[in-house]
């Protein structure tokens, strides 16, 4: 009675785990679908147990009962082959191919081995309150499972330190219990233990098979794996791109640069000029679809550092006028005294946003006033900028104001087309905003103009900036650094070409050689040079490579500058943490160039 007990409680038991397998989701390998083969045939196995226990126990002469019985040993061919089965799949899954194929095989011959099973003689004699079977059926069973057992003994023997040995648990105690069990049930044949280990061992081997959530997981890890690597693989075509670009463009706004100060007519002068602003175009594009792409694949790092608010208000300015051309606008500034003049955050970004939004209002403002603020509140330590631009510009749409800083939406198409803008600035002012913790709000009516503004925390450095030598002149009068030696190393033939126009200008004496063994033979050799402009990106021996072995040479002070077409954010400083004394973007600006020279030339 108690053996039954037994039965339906491990069938209750079993039940709960075959709802609970089948009712999660998991991923079809053969090993799943094998274990859930297990759980149907052992559920089988269990109901024919109970079943052969009950009319043992309730009606002995019951003429099912040797059909019973012969499926009960069918069962256990079975289940004792699909052991089998599953122990060579994991065993060997990981060298040889085991499918379909072989699995199907597998049914055939627990067909053939059922088949015979079942056409051997069985016999039933009872004692107590138990049913006692043998003759041949019972023997060939036990053949095969003997079989069975050594096979799987030999796989696990054979492999157990290629597979993960977690795994051959259940099934070495599927073997050892199982043997242990056919002799307990051969002492002591009311324990009925066969059942019981099987049914626990597949209970086992739920924590063992592939576990259907982690390879869930493992595929989603692939998965993600997989868009993360086409992403960074756009990242790089895009950067590739961008700098495949900037080469030429450095030529077109290098030489336009040289003609605008040659002695060249008026007319000739505005398409020289009207050149530049096209190229200038072109750069923004290009760097705003880097921009964005890199903010997609989270790359866009802000990059802290000290500066000096007032020289970026100061460029921000200049920019803007130039944009604004000949508009009849009025650029109105207004500049709050009590900001705190050096901060420490991220002032390219910072530059960047304020820019995107002057250059809106130049851009959709036909005449009247620009106004550009900034006023700062402090608190503890931090300076909270808050910029504003206000214009009297086209102004924007209510229901519009939404799709504002979706990437390339423009609004009012037929209005702004030929206003030229790719619909990226403000998706990316906006992402930039959101990057340093600050807020972006729009105002704006529509037909009257527009009001941007931007609030972002900065921490403070210092109150008062320290007082600089005026660098304005810089930009109106031409520099000339007479009897000063400059070299110049870069691989492409063109961009030495413009180096040398832009250079003729400052009198210097130039000297370029398109690679950097060159540069080091010359050092090596005692030339002298007052500086150095290196492109980075040279074939055989990198600029930074060069700049290492020129280091190591005795006595080498002469400032290194990076020249590179790569304009990524933090480029500057990774070219200083290199070791090189200042950075040059290409295409060359000429405020840029002015500096780099005045700095130390002078
Ligand atoms: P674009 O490159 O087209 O200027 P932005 O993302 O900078 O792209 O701006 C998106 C759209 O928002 C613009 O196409 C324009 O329609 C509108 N917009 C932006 N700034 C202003 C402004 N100051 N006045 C009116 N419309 C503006």
Do not use: W
């Amino acid at each position: 009675m108690y053996g039954l007990l037994l039965q339906i409680v491990s069938f209750l038991f079993f039940f709960l785990i075959v709802v609970i397998y089948f009712s999660k989701k998991r991923i079809n390998t053969i090993e799943t679908k094998l274990y859930s083969l297990l759980l149907v045939i052992n559920i089988i196995g269990i109901l024919l147990d109970l079943a052969s226990t009950s009319l043992a126990l309730f009606d002995r002469s019951n003429i099912l009962l040797k059909p019973i019985s012969k499926l009960y040993l069918i069962y256990l061919i079975g289940i004792s082959l699909l052991f089998v089965y599953y122990t060579i799949f994991i065993s060997y899954s990981q060298r040889f191919s085991i499918g379909k194929k072989h699995f199907y095989g597998l049914l055939a011959i627990i067909c053939v081995l059922a088949g015979i099973c079942f056409f051997l003689p069985l016999y039933n004699f009872s004692e107590g309150n138990i049913v006692y079977t043998y003759g041949a059926s019972t023997t060939f069973t036990k053949i095969v499972g003997a079989i069975s057992y050594s096979i799987m003994l030999f796989c696990i023997i054979r492999n157990y330190k290629i597979v993960r040995f977690k795994k051959y648990l259940p099934l070495l105690a599927f073997v050892l219990l199982g043997v242990l069990g056919a002799f307990i049930q051969m002492v002591y044949p009311e324990m009925l233990v066969i059942t019981f280990t099987i049914t626990y061992v597949t209970f086992a081997m739920y924590f063992t098979i592939e576990n259907p959530d982690m390879r869930l997981i493992e595929q989603l890890n692939l998965a993600r794996d997989q868009a993360e690597k086409a992403n960074n693989a756009k990242t790089e075509f895009l950067s590739n791109m961008s700098h495949e670009i900037r080469t030429p463009l450095n030529a077109i706004v290098g030489f336009s640069q040289a003609l605008l100060e040659e002695d060249i007519p008026d007319t000739a002068k505005e398409e020289v000029k009207d050149i530049m602003m096209a190229s200038d175009n072109l750069l923004e594009i290009v760097n705003g679809i880097l921009d964005i792409s890199k903010i997609e694949a989270n790359k866009l790092e802000i990059i802290n550092t000290e500066y000096q608010l007032n020289k970026i208000i100061k460029e921000l300015v200049t920019l803007t006028k130039t944009r604004i051309g000949e508009k009849p606008i009025e650029f109105r500034t207004s500049f709050d005294p009590s900001t705190p003049e050096v901060l420490y955050g991220d002032h390219t970004r910072l530059k960047q946003i304020v820019l995107n939004i002057l250059t809106n209002a130049a851009k959709y403002t036909k005449e009247g006033f620009i106004e550009f603020k900034v006023s700062s509140v402090i608190k503890e330590g931090i300076c909270r900028l808050i910029i504003s631009v206000e214009d009297s510009g086209i102004g924007i749409k209510p229901e519009k104001i939404d799709n504002l800083f979706t990437k390339f939406d423009r609004l009012e198409v037929e209005k702004t087309i030929t206003i030229e803008g790719t619909g990226l600035g403000l998706a990316i002012t906006k992402k930039l905003v959101d990057l340093m913790h600050g807020k972006i709000v729009v105002q704006s009516v529509y037909g009257k103009g527009s009001k941007f503004t931007v609030a972002l925390d900065q921490k403070i450095v210092a109150t008062k900036a320290p007082v600089e030598i005026e660098e304005a002149k810089m930009e109106i009068e031409q520099l000339t650094f007479e009897g000063k030696r400059i070299l110049v190393v870069d691989d492409n033939k063109v961009n030495l070409k413009v180096a040398m126009r832009l250079l003729k200008s400052y009198k210097v004496d130039v000297e370029v050689i398109d690679n950097g063994f060159e540069a080091i033979e010359k050092i090596k050799n005692k030339e002298s040079y007052d500086i150095i402009l290196m492109d980075d990106m040279m074939p055989k021996m990198s600029g930074t490579e060069t700049l290492q072995k020129l280091k190591e040479i005795e006595d080498f002070h002469i400032p290194v500058i990076s020249l590179t077409a790569n304009a990524i954010s933090g480029m500057r400083e990774k070219y200083l943490n290199l070791g090189f004394n200042d950075y040059l973007s290409k295409p060359i600006e000429k405020t840029e160039l002015n500096r780099i020279l005045t700095k130390f030339l002078k």
